[in-house]
């Protein structure tokens, strides 16, 4: 059974730096898009940055480019999502999400496993 278990999420002040990280268990992810997503109160779910699976492929929403990096560690199977100089509205809970496609990047594509998500709050 693939599992996706988040950690990292905290309570940080406006311009900290977080660092998310993203274990998969139960299947290999090497070949596959990763992503991460953010859903605040009251708001629908929205993508956040994907990479593909040798890290030569990788997007960002427009609201995070230039602060947030997404990375992998194919060795661990494990994806990253450094925040730095974080906004209220920054404050969500965050998600990591995998694909069933090997080797092909569709970073807006569907994504089949999930994990619970960690929880990001900024205060000004």
């Known amino acids: 059974q693939v599992q996706l278990v988040e950690s990292g999420g905290g309570s940080v002040q406006a311009g900290a730096t977080l660092k998310l990280s993203c274990a998969v268990s139960?299947?290999?992810?090497?070949?596959?898009?990763m992503a991460w997503f953010r859903q605040a109160p009251g708001k629908e779910r929205e993508f956040v940055a994907a990479?593909?699976?040798?890290?030569?492929?990788?997007l960002y929403a427009d609201s995070v480019k230039g602060r947030f990096t997404i990375s992998r560690d194919n060795s661990k199977n494990t994806i990253y999502l450094q925040l730095s100089s974080l906004k209220p509205e920054d404050t969500a809970v965050y998600y990591c999400?995998?694909?069933?496609?090997?080797?092909?990047?569709?970073?807006?594509?569907?994504?089949?496993?999930w994990g619970q998500g960690t929880q990001v709050t900024v205060s000004s």
């Open positions: 139960g299947q290999t992810f090497d070949a596959n898009t």
């Open positions: 999400a995998g694909n069933n496609i090997r080797y092909v990047f569709l970073p807006r594509g569907e994504y089949d496993f």
């Open positions: 990479v593909n699976w040798n890290s030569q492929n990788i």
